[in-house]
């Protein structure tokens, strides 16, 4: 079938194969499962529980427990290799959450992420994904790892979309024993929000275990682990006479010492303010944004604009809400703000969201004159429907100097079955391009546990970019497009391999005028070798046809690239990476590495290089990127961390270089949470930019900083 794809020529031939592809898609689901959950019942708490990682109470004891868990990987659908239990219990503020997790042999247990909302599944670790207005659609999801380093995460159009920068208030500890480990967790009722009234809360438990590479959860067919629809029931609660604390008031107080200048005194405020369980305002005065971490150095290879991760708390939480694949907004465009508000909340089977701020768009590095400022708004109203279907209306608008910029669009996630689904956007922009000029894209797709395929039709209408790109993120316009990919995991189970990943993706759009822009093929084949090796080798075939100002003539454009990795699963981890290739005329090389190691319990560092040479070159093409980090966590509330990044370009072979530094950014920080997450004490060292929203800088900064919480 996708070699049917892959000689998609035009525009015209798009509804012969969207035919072909919906016939296969037919086929898929009359064959899909049928799916299996567990419930369990909850337990009102009769007793307090200290949450120390030992099941000893008396709640404990009589709650009931759910044993049954099932393989997601690498044996689907079989019982889990190891037992694990889990119960919960309630009181009027906190829901707790209490696991034993069974090990033949304790001393193999992997922990080794301590940074806060690190990548924990890298270790043995548990999770908890709670659906808790019981809509099928969205959630929130909860990890920990054996040595109780928490990560916490929201769960958005039926686990199309996961975010992990969302931060709250919840406590946990975790304990190894001689039969295994074991997990207290309790989540006050205050960092939820759900509806009262519900009984019920959708719900789902899973283990890893690192050294088996196995996924285990309680809902036994999964088609994907974030499948919210498919979670089991978590029954029996009674939330109608909660102690609920209906706000929190975070001010903090911070003295900035800059080298060469007077010191600088800043104070601000945040206001969380939650009247009901379902619906919350979140208020900030003068945010502090400093001593967030600076951006990880990019090479641009494509000549398009490059996109970064927004890092930002006052924009983080309620951003899975606004995540849509095309970005209508792109909070990175807003820089500096004095002052901002949201609403985020759920009224029956309405979803509501918004946001608004202001901000000086210099900051963001638009090209206009500093010191105006300009008005962000942006809104999603989403409806929900049967399968975890919504269908979604985004408004987005950026006021400047009496000019509105932005789009409104709708955004549908249709799910006809468990494995046979549709996402699609039709979006009208404004701004100072044609206003009737528009964009969108359809794309069905089937989703099975292990198979991946969809098919995408696009337009961006010509001056789409213009208009949107003052609040969201379009890389060019002017184009319709036919987007493919076919993915397959196969699990061999065998004690040489484990498993082998596969991936082809095809891509081509045409000018609106109909002529041939662009065509790209993705290859690449991933071999899993006996739990701790992996070897990954792709392809990239590209070929970008003359348009100005990006490309001055025809280019054919290809990189094969090898990668290897080893992962002990407990002590350290190390990859390297060899590229080779064309790009835009020019002979590409480029060489990777980088290793994470555990140096002592609660200390971890990784360090990473990157080398870019073309041939011929220019000033600053050929590049050398060093990227170092350390956390030690005295405990998960009291930890230092080191962060130091440089950018160098050089000349000559790659082995003889004569380097000239472009960037250099150092942090170092002392945190300490005595009201976590938000009460804290912190004391940061940077060189570099002082402020995040900076591109370039060499200032030397002592930041210290107090918040408090009431």
């Not at 499962?33 to 019942?41: G, R, T």
């Not at 927004?310 to 809400?321: A, V």
């Not at 820089?335 to 701020?357: A, F, S």
């Amino acid at each position: 079938m996708i070699l049917y794809v892959i000689k998609l020529k035009n525009k015209n031939n798009y509804l012969k194969y969207l035919d072909v592809t919906i016939k296969y898609m037919l086929l898929f689901l009359l064959t899909s499962q049928y799916i299996c959950a567990q419930n369990i019942k909850s337990s009102s708490k009769t007793d307090k529980i200290e949450i120390n990682g030992i099941l000893d109470e008396e709640s404990w004891q009589n709650a009931e427990a759910l044993k049954d868990f099932y393989q997601f990987e690498p044996e689907n659908g079989s019982p889990s290799k190891m037992d694990t239990e889990v119960k919960v219990v309630y009181d009027k503020e906190m829901i707790y959450f209490g696991f034993i997790c069974y090990d033949p042999d304790p001393s193999k247990i992997t922990s080794k992420i301590t940074k806060r909302d690190g990548n924990i599944i890298q270790d043995d670790a548990i999770g908890i994904m709670l659906d808790t207005f019981n809509d099928k659609n969205n959630g929130y999801i909860f990890l920990i790892n054996p040595l109780g380093t928490q990560q916490e995460g929201k769960i958005a159009d039926n686990g199309r979309t996961e975010d992990y920068t969302w931060d709250e208030t919840w406590y946990s500890a975790a304990k190894i024993f001689q039969k295994g480990w074991s997990v207290e967790i309790g989540i006050p009722f205050k960092s939820l929000k759900f509806n009262t009234n519900d009984t019920s809360w959708g719900v789902n438990f899973g283990r890893r275990i690192a050294r088996l590479n196995e996924s285990s959860f309680t809902s036994k067919k999964l088609t994907n682990i974030m499948r919210v629809s498919q979670f089991g029931k978590l029954n029996s609660l009674k939330l109608d006479n909660l102690n609920r604390k209906t706000y929190l008031v975070i001010p903090y107080f911070q003295t900035e010492f800059i080298d060469g200048d007077k010191p600088k005194r800043n104070a601000g405020l945040d206001l969380r303010f939650n009247p009901v369980s379902n619906f919350g305002i979140d208020f900030t005065l003068n945010p502090d944004f400093a001593t967030i971490e600076a951006d990880v150095e990019k090479v641009n290879l494509s000549r398009f604009e490059m996109s970064y991760a927004e890092k930002r708390p006052f924009f983080l939480e309620g951003s899975e809400n606004y995540s849509t694949r095309v970005k209508q907004f792109y909070s990175r465009r807003i820089g500096e703000i004095p002052w901002g508000m949201k609403i985020n909340g759920k009224v029956g089977k309405w979803k509501i969201n918004g946001l608004t701020t202001q901000s000086d768009p210099s900051t963001a590095g638009a090209n206009v004159k500093a010191g105006d400022k300009a008005l962000y708004s942006v809104f999603r109203i989403n409806r929900e429907f049967k399968r975890g279907s919504t269908l979604g209306l985004i408004g987005v608008n950026r006021n400047y100097d009496s000019i509105n910029s932005g789009s409104v669009g709708l955004v549908a996630t249709l799910f006809a079955s468990d494995v046979l689904g549709m996402t699609s956007q039709i979006i009208h922009s404004h701004g100072t391009a044609n206003k009737s000029v528009w964009t969108g894209f359809v794309r069905p797709a089937y989703d099975s546990k292990f198979s991946h395929f969809h098919i995408r039709l696009s337009h961006f209408g010509k001056g789409i970019k213009e208009n949107m790109n003052k609040t969201g993120f379009i890389r060019h316009d002017d184009r319709n497009e036919f987007d493919t990919n076919i993915s397959r995991t196969f699990w061999i189970n065998s004690k040489f391999l484990e498993a082998i990943e596969t991936d082809v993706n095809y891509n081509q759009y045409w000018s609106l005028a109909h002529q041939l822009r662009s065509y790209e093929g993705q290859y690449s084949v991933e071999f899993q070798f006996l739990k701790k090796w992996e070897y990954e080798i792709s392809y990239i075939n590209d070929y970008k046809a003359e348009y100005l100002p990006y490309f001055e003539k025809d280019f054919y454009n290809n990189v094969l690239t090898n990668e290897i990795t080893y992962d002990s699963k407990n002590i350290i981890k190390f990859y390297a990476e060899y590229a080779f290739g064309k790009n835009f005329d020019r002979n590409i090389e480029q060489i990777s590495g980088g290793v994470e190691l555990k140096i002592i319990e609660g200390w971890n560092a990784e360090y990473s290089i990157e080398k870019f040479w073309l041939d011929p070159a220019e000033p600053e093409d050929n590049n050398l990127i060093h990227i170092f980090r350390s956390s030690y966590y005295v405990n998960k509330d009291l930890y230092f961390k080191a962060f130091y990044q440089t950018k160098n370009s050089y000349f000559g072979e790659w082995y003889n270089p004569e380097f000239e530094m472009l960037r250099k950014s150092v942090q170092f920080v002392f945190v300490w949470r005595f009201l976590p997450p938000f009460g804290s004490i912190q004391i940061a060292y940077q060189e570099g930019t002082s402020k995040h929203t900076d591109i370039e800088g060499k200032a030397r900064t002592l930041f210290t900083k107090l918040s408090w919480v009431f």
